[in-house]
């Protein structure tokens, strides 16, 4: 974990005190509500359908067992006892009092939290690896150099108010499971010919109303260079950025319409001001940012814990959990595990306050003290011995906490949706819920395999519905809620965006849907190996379309039958 020095804390502290001087003022009318708009946004603080929500930061996904206590706490004492872990390693709480949240701000800040930079058109909360710095196949732990662009990023005067919001994301392993195709900034670790660290850096990435594919600017981005790198991007940016049009203000929309070869020399033009100037990274402020960091203090261990292999071959359905939710560490006799919050019933991502207590818990007993927040809306404990895990999955099973689903078509990531959001076209909540109900079958979610299924309640894509293997979109059609269908999407190093299979649906004919493809898919692979991405990659989308819609005629009755239902 990183440990605020006193000068982060003060910041924190400052922005508090300020937070409350300007909600006061606000609530005494002193202070528009244009005024106030901003100064909530930057604080993290929206007004939704029902009520305020709050998003607090969480920086790269990275929580300590007090802090999680602290959001046990706020959701028990300011909200209705749960929060909504977000795909931007986030946590949201839908329900607080305006005039009390000043008060959370203050709670968040006495254990090393905030909710600075969560909204608002400005760089927001950087996101990693929710494996960083226990994969096998990291490169570079990206903990410290996400820190290092959080502490570059925070109150940047500069960037305070860009033509719209701003996302990076780093990856430090070979292996890319922080979707850092579809980000403004993505960041992938790499090492040159000569074995130096460096950063392939992709620019222009996006879900949303216009989802694109980032594009890589610089192959090698030596370490040193990284902030002056970042920078020049985004004065770029901030100069060129269209503030005219918030449909076009994105900076994918600036890098498709300069083109992505004049984009980079823009940028390369701009960094010529600013490489090896002040903010050129040394390794003494590589190493100062490091050592902030609390590491673990592991124990010499065999490889594969004996206790670990005879539970394996005694339980069936610990081997089933571990086979799913345990994942490779880098040290030897250790595991990293995902608890799983995507239990049938359970709107993906929502923990409650006794759940989150009962995590810290676990974290202390197993992980260190330590846990993640996955992109995936799951928790993540890092560091657990493998001579533990037996412990560790009957007390997560007591929770409703071990699932054994990971990558599987009922670990769907989804966001609130139309139940709290009031952007939303439609409910992701329920649907998500009756898709899981439908495939609640273990057994046959492991017969179908690797399957990511996302649903987004509108175009912002907050559910990342376009890099899901189906992806589902709540869209309105004169006042009902009707839902769009993608497949072909995915994350990751080979990422692509979906593909709408055709005309959308209602709410209650979703499930079958799904079905219908999932047959689909089961009749057409190769073999069990064969993944429902890659079955639509080889065969294409037409035999998944005719198994839902028929022919050309069905398809045009069904879409007009729609229509009139609406």
Same mark, same amino acid.
């Given at each position: 974990?990183?440990?605020?020095? /006193?000068?982060?804390?003060?910041?924190?502290?400052?922005?508090?005190?300020?937070?409350?001087?300007?909600?006061?003022?606000?609530?005494?009318?002193?202070?528009?509500?244009?005024?106030?708009?901003?100064?909530?946004?930057?604080?993290?603080?929206?007004?939704?359908?029902?009520?305020?929500?709050?998003?607090?930061?969480?920086?790269?996904?990275?929580?300590?067992?007090?802090?999680?206590?602290?959001?046990?706490?706020?959701?028990?004492?300011? !909200?209705?006892?749960?929060?909504?872990?977000?795909?931007? @390693?986030?946590? @949201?709480?839908?329900?607080?009092?305006?005039?009390?949240?000043?008060?959370?701000?203050?709670?968040?800040?006495?254990?090393?939290?905030?909710?600075?930079?969560?909204?608002?058109?400005?760089?927001?909360?950087?996101?990693?690896?929710?494996?960083?710095?226990?994969?096998?196949?990291?490169?570079?732990?990206?903990?410290?150099?996400?820190?290092?662009?959080?502490?570059?990023?925070? #109150?940047?005067?500069? #960037? /305070?108010?860009?033509?719209?919001?701003?996302? *990076?994301?780093?990856?430090?392993?070979?292996?890319?499971?922080?979707?850092?195709?579809?980000?403004?900034?993505?960041?992938?670790?790499?090492?040159?010919?000569?074995?130096?660290?460096?950063?392939?850096?992709?620019?222009? +990435?996006?879900?949303?109303?216009?989802?694109?594919?980032?594009?890589?600017?610089?192959?090698?981005? %030596?370490?040193?260079?990284?902030?002056?790198?970042?920078?020049?991007?985004?004065?770029?940016?901030?100069?060129?950025?269209?503030?005219?049009?918030?449909?076009?203000?994105?900076?994918?929309?600036?890098?498709?319409?300069?083109?992505?070869?004049?984009?980079?020399?823009?940028?390369?033009?701009?960094?010529?001001?600013?490489?090896? +100037?002040?903010?050129?990274?040394?390794?003494?402020?590589?190493?100062?940012?490091?050592?902030? #960091?609390?590491?673990?203090?592991?124990?010499?261990? !065999?490889?594969?814990?004996?206790?670990?292999? @005879?539970?394996?071959?005694?339980?069936?359905?610990?081997?089933?959990?571990?086979?799913?939710?345990?994942?490779?560490?880098?040290?030897? +006799?250790?595991?990293?595990?995902?608890?799983?919050?995507?239990?049938?019933? *359970?709107?993906?991502? !929502?923990?409650?306050?006794?759940?989150?207590?009962?995590?810290?818990?676990?974290?202390?007993?197993?992980?260190?003290?330590?846990?993640?927040?996955?992109?995936?809306?799951?928790?993540?404990?890092?560091?657990?011995?493998?001579? !533990?895990?037996?412990?560790?999955?009957?007390?997560?099973?007591?929770?409703?906490?071990?699932? %054994?689903?990971?990558?599987?078509?009922?670990?769907?990531?989804?966001?609130?949706?139309?139940?709290?959001?009031?952007?939303?076209?439609?409910?992701?909540?329920?649907?998500?819920?009756?898709?899981?109900?439908?495939?609640?079958?273990?057994?046959?979610?492991?017969? *179908?395999?690797?399957?990511?299924?996302?649903?987004?309640?509108?175009?912002?894509?907050? +559910?990342?519905?376009?890099?899901?293997?189906?992806?589902?979109?709540?869209?309105?059609?004169?006042?009902?809620?009707?839902?769009?269908?993608?497949?072909?999407?995915?994350?990751?190093?080979?990422?692509?965006?979906?593909?709408?299979?055709?005309?959308? #649906?209602?709410?209650?004919?979703?499930?079958?849907?799904?079905?219908?493809?999932? @047959?689909?898919?089961?009749?057409?692979?190769?073999?069990?190996?064969?993944?429902?991405?890659?079955?639509?990659?080889?065969?294409?989308?037409?035999?998944?379309?005719?198994?839902?819609?028929?022919?050309?005629?069905?398809?045009?009755?069904?879409?007009?039958?729609?229509?009139?239902?609406?």
């Amino acid at each position: 974990m990183y440990q605020y020095d /006193a000068i982060d804390q003060k910041l924190v502290d400052e922005r508090v005190a300020q937070f409350r001087d300007q909600t006061r003022r606000h609530l005494a009318g002193e202070l528009s509500e244009d005024n106030f708009r901003p100064l909530r946004l930057q604080n993290g603080l929206y007004i939704q359908r029902f009520a305020p929500m709050l998003r607090v930061a969480i920086p790269y996904g990275l929580l300590s067992s007090k802090q999680l206590r602290a959001l046990a706490y706020i959701a028990r004492k300011w !909200d209705r006892g749960y929060g909504h872990f977000s795909t931007r @390693q986030n946590i @949201q709480f839908n329900w607080p009092r305006l005039e009390e949240v000043p008060d959370i701000l203050a709670h968040l800040a006495s254990v090393q939290m905030h909710a600075i930079q969560t909204s608002g058109n400005c760089i927001r909360n950087t996101t990693t690896d929710h494996l960083a710095g226990v994969a096998p196949d990291e490169i570079v732990d990206p903990l410290v150099w996400c820190e290092l662009i959080r502490q570059w990023s925070t #109150f940047h005067p500069e #960037f /305070a108010y860009l033509p719209r919001k701003f996302k *990076i994301a780093v990856s430090g392993a070979e292996n890319d499971r922080a979707a850092i195709q579809v980000h403004d900034i993505g960041l992938q670790a790499v090492r040159g010919e000569d074995g130096q660290t460096g950063f392939r850096v992709l620019v222009g +990435g996006g879900l949303g109303r216009t989802p694109i594919i980032g594009t890589v600017i610089r192959e090698f981005l %030596p370490w040193q260079h990284l902030l002056s790198y970042l920078e020049a991007i985004l004065r770029v940016y901030n100069r060129h950025g269209r503030r005219d049009n918030k449909y076009k203000a994105r900076i994918k929309i600036l890098v498709r319409e300069t083109t992505p070869a004049v984009f980079r020399e823009q940028v390369e033009a701009e960094w010529a001001h600013l490489k090896d +100037g002040p903010i050129t990274l040394n390794a003494a402020e590589v190493a100062r940012i490091g050592r902030r #960091f609390a590491r673990p203090q592991y124990q010499n261990l !065999d490889a594969l814990s004996v206790q670990y292999t @005879q539970a394996l071959a005694r339980e069936s359905g610990f081997a089933r959990w571990s086979g799913r939710n345990v994942h490779a560490h880098k040290v030897p +006799g250790y595991a990293a595990v995902t608890l799983s919050l995507k239990k049938t019933g *359970i709107a993906p991502g !929502d923990a409650t306050a006794e759940q989150m207590d009962a995590v810290a818990d676990l974290a202390d007993r197993y992980s260190f003290g330590e846990l993640r927040v996955s992109h995936e809306q799951n928790l993540i404990l890092s560091d657990v011995r493998q001579s !533990d895990l037996h412990a560790l999955w009957q007390e997560a099973k007591a929770l409703g906490l071990a699932t %054994p689903n990971i990558g599987l078509i009922s670990n769907i990531i989804a966001c609130p949706g139309g139940d709290f959001c009031s952007l939303a076209n439609a409910k992701s909540i329920p649907v998500a819920e009756a898709i899981q109900r439908r495939f609640d079958d273990l057994d046959y979610q492991h017969d *179908i395999g690797e399957l990511d299924l996302n649903i987004s309640g509108c175009m912002n894509s907050c +559910g990342h519905h376009h890099v899901g293997h189906i992806g589902i979109l709540g869209v309105d059609k004169q006042g009902a809620e009707f839902y769009q269908v993608s497949i072909g999407g995915a994350q990751g190093n080979a990422a692509s965006l979906g593909k709408v299979i055709g005309p959308s #649906f209602a709410q209650d004919d979703v499930p079958d849907v799904i079905e219908r493809l999932i @047959q689909t898919y089961l009749a057409c692979r190769d073999s069990e190996e064969e993944r429902f991405i890659d079955v639509v990659r080889r065969i294409g989308i037409e035999p998944f379309k005719e198994s839902v819609y028929g022919n050309a005629h069905q398809k045009r009755e069904h879409h007009h039958r729609q229509l009139a239902a609406a």
